[in-house]
């Protein structure tokens, strides 16, 4: 058995009771574990896979891959759950790390700035004042988390020329077309915004 702290990128379905759950773990990296009877209403397991948290998990390695035996949360981040606009930053951007990192491969960066996504998300949805500013400070944070993601999976942002850039829409664009095209794969992130270039 394994037993390592962790945060939950994403869950789907598996058969009527079961889903596979797509974690970062500080020892291991990305590990997607089965994670038997978690749709139940008797799961003790289920409350973990439904918040922003780090958590300590425990796994084992079994015939079809990893099953979950054991979590614990560790530290909750309980305002991006109950904020709708910082919920779907934080959903959003956790999605796109399980969708571009590779499986078992640990890097204690990624997980410390995976960790800080969350971290800043809470703060922003404790203390911003008015829904407008929440929403412009969430969005400005999503760049910079973006930006970070590009530099520690080695994507380099080195052409990147802010100066360069005329508005919002047209980051959202670069951001885009360079996470498409550096990752090989069709991206989307919560904030985008694609509408014309003014």
Known sequence: MYTTDAILLSVRE?????????????????????????????????NFLHSF??????FILGRGGAIMAGV?????????????VASGYA??????????????AADEKLYNAIEGVLSSANTIAVSSGNERQ???DLWKEEKIWLIGL?????????DLRLEELRNKTHLDQY????????????????GMRMGSSR
Not at 15 to 43: C, M, N, P, Q, Y
């Open 175 to 190: 951001l885009h077309a360079a996470l498409q095209s550096k990752c090989n794969t069709p991206v989307s992130f919560f």
């Open 91 to 104: 959903t959003s951007f956790l999605s796109l790390c399980d969708k571009l990192i590779y499986e078992y």
């Open 134 to 136: 929440k929403r412009e």
């Open 72 to 84: 614990t949360s560790e530290c909750e981040y309980p305002a991006i759950s109950q904020d709708l």
């Open 150 to 158: 590009l530099e520690v999976l080695g994507l380099g942002t080195s």
């Open 14 to 46: 598996s058969g009527e009771h079961d889903i596979l759950a797509s974690f970062f773990t500080r020892d291991f990296g990305k590990v997607t574990a089965k994670v038997r009877g978690a749709r139940k209403h008797t799961t003790k397991q289920g």
């Open 53 to 58: 948290a780090r958590a300590r998990v425990s």
